[in-house]
């Protein structure tokens, strides 16, 4: 016996419900199409797929101010309160670590290459560095009891950051304090009777020309200046605490002789706790710190973009061109393997080159062959072109995502002159106070165009990594004290002071002395560090 079902047959139950499936599954398309339709319209593939493969259209156009000599009147574009570029030293390899090298490498790490020597340019003066293994210290000098401290310079200054980790798709441009309470760079230099956390001794990385000590450099003030930002403390730098915030990193130096000169006082510093392994080659200089493996790296790229040699148009070859809107893919394939990069360059503008753009040649340095040709970019114009351009590469490249500090233009004290013309350091041995300190047009437009590069790079930002502006530029004018000077090598019957005809010795007041003024910069790295790692906390050496 079938027992019936009082709503009927089993078949007539089934068919509203696979009615209201079908209905279900239409609804549920109609809505996906819908989606889709303003997912395509707001974000088509076509651009998605270019911009994820080859970066944002970098393409740049020149702005309608471009190379208006007028609007910087005080501006001497061919750099005679600047260094027209003394020891800008191309990238040698240089080490006195012999103990810590690995045996394999030994054949490709070295401190002097006649291939270095062969390319260095006819007018850069340049001394390659030897061992500072002989160097001595000088004695102590009696030291106050208590910090001196020098009046506090007007701010120009202010630390720029953008963050585009949570806006990527957005282009990102804000830029304001790092954290809300502390400008790092306004401030004044006092005199802390500690000594250094290194001397020319302990450090085996120093290049003989910043060895100022054991190039017999006669005073020791200049060590023991340190900075002091307006609103907060800038402590200490404090190895153990560098490797610990960074370990399992990876940080890379890329710039010129100046970028180098940081990278040995960072290289100084961290020494004094672990003694790391060279794992470097003549492309990439690599120091390795096992118990936290960090690696500290150092790259050279003299100008930050695509150069040649090759004839192009109306340049002959061998002159150097530049390509402005190319980034260097000499180092732009490593860049994905960095958590952090800190970035520098400037003072090679001073150098012979040609400037192209969009495939043009649109202008040059110390060289310009037709006077009846419009010139549209000098070195000012070009190297704020480049800044524009080397972090627009980073800002989009689509497997990067670290932190980038853009180190402001170092500036140089010759006084007097430029290197070649009788340009003076001598005989300073105390940071400038306010009322001494004068202004250097160049130092101020070179300083003013990499902002602006900065800041347009800001705007066409894609990825998810961060930049930052570590902005040294106003504090390091006060610092005439802390160059070698005519104290470049250890020649006992070197000459340093004045001859007769009141001409001065050779001498660099663009680099800096180590220990000096230059070990700052990474406190300063530090601390940018810090509280992108750890957060706004202040915390104690």
Excluded at 14 to 35: C, Q
Aim: charged share 20%.
């Amino acid at each position: 016996m079938t027992l019936a079902s009082p709503k009927g047959s089993s078949k007539m139950a089934a068919f509203p419900r696979s009615l209201s499936s079908i209905a279900a599954s239409v609804a549920v398309l109609a809505m996906f199409l819908i989606f889709a339709s303003w997912l395509l319209v707001s974000h088509p593939i076509g651009t998605t797929v270019s911009v994820y493969f080859y970066g944002v259209d970098r393409k740049i156009v020149l702005p309608v101010s471009t190379f208006d000599q007028s609007a910087d009147k005080d501006v001497d574009y061919n750099h005679k309160n600047s260094s027209s570029g003394s020891n800008l030293e191309v990238p040698t390899l240089t080490s006195n670590s012999s103990n810590v090298v690995d045996n394999n490498e030994n054949s490709q790490v070295s401190s002097r290459s006649s291939v270095d020597k062969d390319s260095l340019p006819s007018e850069s003066n340049v001394e390659l560095p030897t061992s500072p293994k002989d160097s001595v210290d000088s004695k102590n000098n009696k030291m106050p009891k208590k910090p001196v401290e020098l009046s506090e310079p007007s701010s120009r200054a202010t630390e720029n950051k953008v963050d585009t980790s949570n806006s990527a798709s957005s282009n990102a441009s804000e830029i304001n304090s790092v954290d809300s309470g502390c400008d790092l760079y306004h401030g004044k230099w006092f005199y802390d009777p500690q000594v250094p956390l290194y001397t020319n001794n302990s450090c085996r990385v120093l290049t003989q020309m910043q060895n100022c000590q054991g190039n017999g450099r006669p005073d020791k003030e200049y060590e023991n200046w340190r900075w002091k930002p307006s609103q907060c403390d800038l402590p200490r730098f404090n190895a153990k605490k560098f490797l610990e915030l960074m370990r399992g990193k990876t940080l890379a130096f890329i710039g010129d002789s100046v970028a180098r000169n940081q990278m040995e006082s960072m290289m100084c510093l961290l020494w004094q706790v672990e003694v790391p392994k060279n794992q470097g080659n003549r492309r990439m200089q690599r120091w390795y710190f096992r118990s936290t493996s960090v690696m500290i790296v150092r790259i050279w790229s003299s100008w930050l973009v695509h150069q040649t040699s090759e004839k192009f148009d109306f340049a002959p070859e061998g002159v150097a061109k530049l390509h402005l809107d190319v980034p260097d893919n000499s180092f732009m394939e490593f860049i994905p393997n960095f958590d952090v990069i800190v970035i520098s360059s400037g003072h090679w503008f001073a150098k012979q080159s040609v400037y192209i753009l969009n495939n043009e040649i649109v202008g040059g340095q110390l060289w310009w062959p037709d006077r009846t040709r419009p010139m549209k970019v000098n070195n000012i114009e070009a190297f704020g072109l480049s800044v524009e351009t080397i972090l627009s590469a980073i800002l989009t490249h689509p497997n990067y995502s670290g932190l980038t500090i853009l180190r402001s233009f170092s500036p140089d004290h010759y006084e007097g002159g430029t290197w070649n013309t009788g340009g003076s350091c001598t005989g300073k041995v105390k940071p400038l106070t306010t009322g001494e300190l004068v202004e250097n047009g160049f130092t101020n437009i070179m300083h003013k165009k990499q902002v602006m590069g900065f800041e347009r790079a800001v705007k066409k930002a894609t990825n998810k990594s961060k930049l930052r502006l570590m902005d040294i530029t106003e504090a390091f004018g006060y610092r005439h004290d802390g160059h070698p000077g005519p104290y470049r090598n250890p020649d006992p019957n070197k000459i340093t002071k004045r001859g007769p005809d009141g001409k001065p010795p050779p001498q660099d007041c663009l680099h800096w002395c180590m220990p000096g003024p230059v070990d700052t910069w990474n406190e300063l790295v530090l601390e940018i560090i810090r509280r992108e790692f750890e957060g706004d906390q202040n915390f104690s050496s």
